[in-house]
């Protein structure tokens, strides 16, 4: 006989497979999908666990993104940082200043756009992956291809420059890991907001082709601080999360060695594949905050104008009722909506650059390093679970 689930509870954390969320959520969906959640803070909010709750929550135009970010131990950014949105970063705004914004950015991200970069990014694969190959086997795939990759992508497009690249690197995983105190995370927001604040002076005076200097001197011109707020948003939004989509996703086709292998006879299998990689990872591990700005019902519970929701993600994208075994990675799984990029107007905006890096990120990988293995066993792979915001790996030692 099962207990009763404590009510309320914490945010879950912890888990026993490095692929799968916290057990607690299967339950939690299948007895209690509407859940009394403590947060780290004190206040009592919302968990949705539902694969059709979670999209009516997200869908709901009177839930709003607010500037937190919930996990297990922390409300991020921590209380005594200013919570006043900076002007640009619209990912905490509600239309219509939210689209006025995201409309302006979109046009880089379009899948026309993406595919006329795709032989840079394939540039930038194929060099990781000679860098790789020479340093020799076995390496860490996270140090040479998953993290690099994606933070050359991004940086690039925003006209940082290879000197300046590691700073931006060390800045943002700094925000986007919850063992950084208080003095070091306001380090890295000045460093990044006032790096930003440079470059986007100098693109004022002199642009160049990239995105920053278009939006300063395109045909509907931006502020400067607004141009500083999209570039860092576009930093923190685009730059771990895929890569730690790259590095948990190999970590998952290297114990997967069957279906790797026929993916790697078979290329044209990569679509399906990364679709089902980023619903069965779902490195957005704790979900995403919203707050109802009116009362508002879902499934059957009235939450409250003012309560938060912590929306997961993770269990949704397990729930069997929209997926046939859900906890097992199938590759060739008939495509199947999935919520990794979220829902609704703040649906990811990186969303084909990110499938596009991954298709040709993993298809290089594959054909090159035919013989590539993990050079550890699986249970010493360093997982980046309670201690980061996007769940990844913190390394990854492989072999070939
Ligand atoms: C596999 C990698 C990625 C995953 C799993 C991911 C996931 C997500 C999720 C779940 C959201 C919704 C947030 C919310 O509703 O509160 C989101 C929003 C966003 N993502 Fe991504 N993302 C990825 C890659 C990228 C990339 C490469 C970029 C571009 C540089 C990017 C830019 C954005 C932006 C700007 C938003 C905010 C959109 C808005 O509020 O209108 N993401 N992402």
């Known amino acids: 006989m099962s207990m009763p689930l404590p009510d309320p509870m914490i945010l879950p954390s912890r888990r026993s ?4 969320p916290p057990e607690e959520y299967a339950r939690l969906r299948a007895e209690r999908p509407m859940s009394r959640l403590r947060l780290p803070g004190g206040r009592i909010g919302w968990l949705v666990t539902r694969y059709e709750d979670v999209r009516a929550a997200l869908a709901d135009p ?14 991020l950014p921590l209380p005594e940082t200013e919570l006043e949105v900076p002007p640009g970063v619209f990912s905490a705004l509600d239309p219509p ?18 595919r006329e970069i795709a032989p840079r990014l394939e540039q930038i694969i194929d060099e990781q992956l000679t860098a790789m190959i020479d340093h020799g086997s076995p390496a860490d795939l996270v140090q040479w291809f998953s993290q690099p990759i994606p933070t050359r992508v991004i940086t690039e497009m925003l006209g940082i420059t290879e000197q300046q690249r590691p700073d931006y690197q060390r800045w943002i995983l700094a925000m986007l890991s919850l063992d950084t105190g ?12 006032g790096g930003l604040g440079e470059l986007v002076r100098a693109r004022r005076v002199e642009p160049r082709g990239d995105i920053l200097s278009d939006l300063l001197h395109g045909d509907t011109p931006l502020k400067d ?10 930093l923190i939004a685009g730059l771990e999360t895929t890569a730690n989509m790259l590095g948990l996703g190999a970590f998952a086709l290297l114990t997967n060695p069957a279906q790797a292998a026929a993916l790697r006879a078979d290329e044209g299998l990569l679509d399906v594949a990364i ?3 980023l619903r069965y990872l779902t490195i957005v591990q704790f979900g995403l905050t919203r707050t109802a700005r009116e009362d508002l019902e879902i ?36 495509q199947a909506p999935h919520l990794a990029f979220g829902h609704g107007v703040h649906q990811c905006l990186g969303a084909q650059l990110a499938r596009v890096e991954m298709k040709l990120a993993f298809g290089a990988l594959l054909r090159r390093l035919p013989d590539l293995r993990l050079a550890v066993p699986p249970e010493e792979v360093p997982t980046a679970g309670e201690d980061k915001v996007f769940y990844g790996v913190h390394s990854l030692p492989v072999a070939w």
């Open 225 to 234: 601080d607004e141009v500083v707020g999209i570039g860092a948003l576009l």
């Open 62 to 75: 009177r839930t709003s993104p607010p500037l937190i970010q919930v996990t297990p131990a922390t409300e």
């Open 275 to 277: 679709e089902e990689l």
């Open 97 to 114: 200043e939210q689209s006025r914004y995201r409309r302006l950015v979109s046009r880089y991200f379009t899948r026309k756009r993406c």
């Open 17 to 20: 497979c490095p692929f799968d």
């Open 299 to 334: 499934a059957g519970r009235t939450v409250r104008a003012g309560e938060t929701l912590i929306v997961s993600l993770a269990a949704a994208n397990r729930d069997p009722e929209l997926y046939t075994d859900p906890d097992r990675l199938d590759l060739r799984r008939e």
């Open 182 to 193: 208080p003095e070091q995370l306001r380090e890295a927001r000045d460093g990044l907001y």
